[in-house]
């Protein structure tokens, strides 16, 4: 639309240009007099004319006594019809030169077919002027079946390997096996193994899925042919299949090669499900892909590689031997691997000698490959932004934080009274998270506002755990509500500001009954089916396979386990006032507490 505006506008200054070269062209010399014709026939009558020079339009005169004059005539009527009409004794003329102009001039064209010519130049130009945004349209429709996969050549320069992939010991392992494969097919074939087709990653977003099979690329040193799934799935139906069937022979004829799949669960969702047509064109690409991974020959060596963080969605037909045979999970990185990852991407930093980057994997469990990449990044901007040339511990706590709650906001105004409750508030969740036994200790106690939240307590683990038994989370629930009721306790009513914690409990203690089978009185099963089904866009999650009463006592249990969380946090809270108030002064005062500073505070975790 904003082009469109832009074209007309152009046009229309090309107009005005046109318009104003047109009337200085057709302006009329004002030197010479304009007669009419009677006039003209008069002085040809009374002989004083000695040339007259015939134009279409126009006749030019020249007096005997040297005077010029200009007569107008229609261009459709000729000199010597006029003369007849006006019954000229032909002597008279005889004595006068007459010149007939050929009226070739290209001015003269001009000035007769400009009018006319220019409001179609207009048309014709915006035309082709906004027809040129919809060729471009038009040029990818031609190409629509075409696969768009990009190639990396095994020779390219920036070429991962294995090294460069921290952590991820099993996943690395499972695909050295497929390395060997591309690279001596030969040794597999001779004892009759065939050679698996199709390797899935599955893993959370950002554990380096897509870094991995590129780095078997780069291992095996053979083409790799990258396409997400996504890009399988255009208006037209049809074409995703189309796009499978292009790339699946480009990479038949490369042999050996990879050929990737990114996001693949954007096309292999389970058949069947959904609502609205959209699933149709899936369906189809995905069958499509399904028939070309059959249609290996033994010889192909062609391995397919394929991705998703959603594997609970996938088609089942994708999972069964001979397609996707091989699955390989990649977990979020634990803390060796976190160190790992830190090293490989801390290779090009510059760090302070005292940096500990295990400190740093101790602080941040539940971290992605990406989001490691990412912490560094934000602590060398920190550092280069203070015009420091080595990167300080600070800069990668700072990282820590920005990454994991968002920016500080520092200059968000806030009211005495707000940094007052935001005090208490935090202070609560430190005190119940200080003094309950199996909760994760307080690394950190903030008021600065920092992306969505008001304040912030950080807990840390100290190990990396798996497995979590009931009582741990009802004292994770009574460290969530544990903010809100200290507010309560000191203030008499509440603010908006527990509503992210709520909502947090909530689900905590939903999750507690309905898939964790820990409610005593609904018994060790799972309620509702968790369906993935898409309807105009919107996940819609859950499907019934229980009645009406059951939900009731689904939402009586959900309460009963907020109120045991509840009732912990009041208890801690109601026996530690006097620490409450010296965390609350302390917080007022500096506005972050670090661990030590907490801990002198309110002495050492307890331990049970
Ligand atoms: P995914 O495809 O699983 O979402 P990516 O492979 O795109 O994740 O990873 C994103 C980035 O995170 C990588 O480019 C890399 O910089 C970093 N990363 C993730 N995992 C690792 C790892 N194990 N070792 C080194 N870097 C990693
Ligand atoms: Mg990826
Ligand atoms: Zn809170």
Known sequence: MKNLIKNF???????????????????????????????????????????????????????????KEIVKKESTESFSTLLNNFKVDPAKTATIKINVNENSGWDYWLTLMLPILIPFLLIIGFMIFTMRGLQGVNNRAMSFGQSNAKEANPEQRDKVSFKDVAGAKEAKEELKEVVEFLKFPKKFHELGARIPRGVLLLGAPGTGKTLLSRSVAGEANVPFFHISGSEFVEMFVGVGASRVRSLFQKAKKNSPCIVFIDEIDAVGRRR????????????????????????FEPTNNVIVIAATNRPDVLDPALLRPGRFDRQVIIDLPDIKDREEILQVHSRKKPLAKDVELRKIAQRTPGFSGADLANLLNEAAILAARQNKKIID???????????????????????????KITAYHEAGHALVAHF????????????????????????????????????????????????????????????TGATSDLRRATAMARSLVTDFGMSDHLGPRTYGEKEEMIFLGREIHEQRDYSEKVAERIDEEITDFIKQGSARAQT?????????????????????????????????????
């Open 9 to 67: 506008l152009i046009f229309f200054l090309v107009f005005l240009v046109i318009a104003a070269i047109f009337s200085a062209l057709s302006k009329p010399s004002q030197a010479v007099a304009t007669v009419g014709l009677e006039t003209m026939i008069q002085q040809i009558n009374d002989g004083k004319i000695s040339e007259i020079n015939i134009n279409t339009n126009k006749l030019d005169i020249t007096l005997k006594a040297g005077q």
């Open 572 to 608: 801690i809270i109601a026996e530690h006032k006097v620490e409450l108030e010296k965390i609350v002064t302390a917080l007022l005062e500096k506005e972050t507490l670090e661990k030590e500073e907490f801990e002198n505070l309110v002495g050492p975790k307890p331990k049970v």
């Open 436 to 495: 309950l036994p199996d909760t994760d200790p307080v690394h950190k106690i903030s008021i600065i506002a920092r992306g969505q939240a008001g304040g912030y307590t950080l807990k840390v683990p100290t190990e990396d755990r798996h497995m979590h038994p009931k009582s741990e989370f009802i004292q994770e629930i009574a460290v969530l509500l544990a903010g809100h009721l200290t507010e309560k306790e000191i203030f008499g009513e509440v603010t």
């Open 393 to 419: 511990n600070s800069e990668l706590f700072e990282a820590i934080e920005k990454v994991m709650i968002g920016p500080e906001r520092r200059s968000r105004i806030i009211t005495d009274k707000e940094k």
């Open 272 to 295: 069947g499900a959904g609502l609205g047509g959209s699933h149709d064109e899936r369906e189809q690409t995905l069958n499509q892909i399904l028939v070309e991974m059959d249609g």
